[in-house]
């Protein structure tokens, strides 16, 4: 793990991560798109107007998965943030997704998020749902067979939640 | 409610559509929207390309309501219906929500949805959660403190859910 940094992503990535993306699309048993999603909307997906993305990097060179934060309602409900994160296959169980998802926890906080969300967990990503109860999140919401599996059919997905920082100490919301 | 009618929304609606949610916009208690939504935003929402939407009208020309129907998420999720559903506050208590409701659920059956959910009702809105109950909806989800309410500062909000026919009868997913 010595030679990965997390950088901001840029356009020039993108090649990389749709790879990423397009493997996970084609086993169909983690991500809510499916196999017709097109490069188009996958770059809208990671690279949308507001959205921050950020990409592990081996070597200065090698992409091997990315996160990305961006509000998950608008106005009343923008203080919480949608995470979404991604392996590459070829460099799963060696911590990258770990390493992601606290450098997303870390942005989340310094661009002002209280609570951080994982909206759509498949029931079956054990991986995953281990993953992101280390770092803190817990299963908020169960949508009964929400997720049209691959191999498994309909299965459950999960909400899962993290308060960025004891309520108490949220600021007070503006007058509005 | 002998004079009431729903049928489609058209362009023609949205200015009455309209007038009805800047008055939940600017109440700040039940909709995440906020008061700087722009009537292009709202215009996007109620009339995505991939929404359809239905207005309850009395006496053939007073627009009393609305309710949206679009897939929840993409590809692998988009057999669940994500609704809305907004009532006139000079129409409420007199069954509106209730017929718009309705109307929405047996919309989404036809259209081929197998559940159906309201993503973020606000926990304060006791009106709304009694009616989507009464509708045979659950809360399947809480957001802690995701709710930005205009008098109460952070509340919660839910998820609430239904499946449209029992699981057991839901057609095979297609192979892909």
Wanted: proline residues 5%; aromatic residues 10%.
């Amino acid at each position: 793990m010595t030679d990965i940094q997390v950088r901001p992503a840029t356009d020039a990535d993108f090649h990389a991560m749709w790879t990423i993306f397009q493997s996970h699309l084609a086993e169909g048993e983690t991500c809510v798109q499916d196999g017709v999603t097109s490069r188009e909307d996958a770059r809208q997906y990671w690279f949308a107007p507001e959205a921050r993305t950020w990409v592990a990097v081996k070597g200065g060179e090698r992409i091997l998965g990315m996160v990305r934060l961006r509000p998950n309602q608008q106005g009343r409900g923008a203080h919480v943030a949608n995470a979404a994160c991604m392996v590459s296959p070829n460099a799963q169980g060696v911590g990258i997704g770990h390493l992601l998802g606290e450098h997303g926890m870390g942005e989340a906080r310094r661009l002002g998020y209280l609570a951080m969300q994982f909206d759509f967990v498949v029931s079956t990503n054990s991986r995953a749902i281990h993953l992101w109860k280390r770092l803190g999140f817990s299963i908020v919401g169960t949508l009964p067979k929400a997720f049209r599996h691959r191999r498994l059919g309909y299965v459950d997905a999960y909400v899962m939640y993290k308060l960025l920082e004891d309520p108490a100490r949220w600021p007070l919301p503006e007058e509005d």
